[in-house]
């Protein structure tokens, strides 16, 4: 996907993307390698008078990253806006004051992103790490008692023009199989890039191809579906056989 945001390869201009989950380093050594990520956020260069950072932490851990988070302000005066990555059904969230509004809130995502649900977060921080998105939410942050919000990421796509719609489902397309596939017209409401997929008549070289990981969730959903149904076949050939 072009324009993606990383502390390796950041793109000028966008929010410097801090990663200060414990998941994200050995246990033994979260602490140390999270002190580490913000040094290095904050050597990141970034536009005369704009200090933008989108951090992503675990939601039951920003009280004790406070002085991290002070760390970030530590050159000047900086705008953050926090993923506070939770569980399904926590219902209390503790913040330091440095993630109060006007320079910071705090977005609360209840939805499963972590483990084989941790891929479906990128989209969210590629779009929250361009200056116009940041400055919107922070500034609707601000808005917000506390300056803490819950959104719904999960329905995200139905607010998307359909051009935004269309170039969502281009990049993944091209994350799954390259940028090289071929481009037939569209079907129905499906875009032309997908169609293939969709068609009889797919490419002998992308024949057989496995268009979903079997560690993602998506993708060990299609395993057990396909395992279901050769146990159904296998079911139904022995019934209209001699022993059934």
Same mark, same amino acid.
């Given at each position: ?30 602490? @140390? ?176 191809? @496995? ?16 395992? @279901? ?16």
């Amino acid at each position: 996907m072009k324009n993606r945001t990383t502390l390796d390869q950041p793109v000028p201009g966008h929010a410097v993307l801090v990663d200060l989950r414990a998941g994200a380093y050995a246990p033994r050594h979260a602490d @140390a390698d999270a002190e580490a990520a913000v040094h290095r956020a904050l050597d990141t260069p970034q536009p005369d008078g704009e200090r933008r950072f989108l951090v992503v932490d675990d939601a039951d851990r920003l009280v004790a990253h406070q002085l991290l988070y002070e760390r970030l302000s530590s050159y000047g005066p900086a705008q953050i806006v926090c993923l506070a990555i939770g569980a399904p059904g926590e219902r209390t969230l503790r913040r330091s004051l440095t993630l109060g509004p006007p320079a910071a809130g705090v977005l609360w995502l209840l939805d499963d992103f972590r483990g084989a649900g941790a891929g479906a977060l990128r989209p969210l921080v590629d779009v929250l790490a361009t200056p116009e998105v940041f400055d919107a939410v922070l500034g609707r942050l601000g808005r917000i008692v506390y300056g803490v919000a819950v959104p719904s990421v999960r329905v995200l796509e139905h607010d998307l023009t359909d051009e935004a719609r269309e170039r969502a489902w281009r990049q993944a397309l091209e994350a799954l199989a390259g940028p090289d596939v071929p481009t037939p017209a569209s079907i129905g409401q499906v875009p032309g890039e997908l169609a293939l997929l969709l068609d009889e008549s797919v490419p002998r070289s992308l024949a057989g191809h @496995a268009w979903l990981p079997g560690n993602g969730r998506a993708g060990s959903q299609l395993s057990a579906c396909e395992d @279901a149904l050769d146990e159904v076949i296998e079911d139904h050939a022995r019934v209209r056989g001699p022993a059934g």
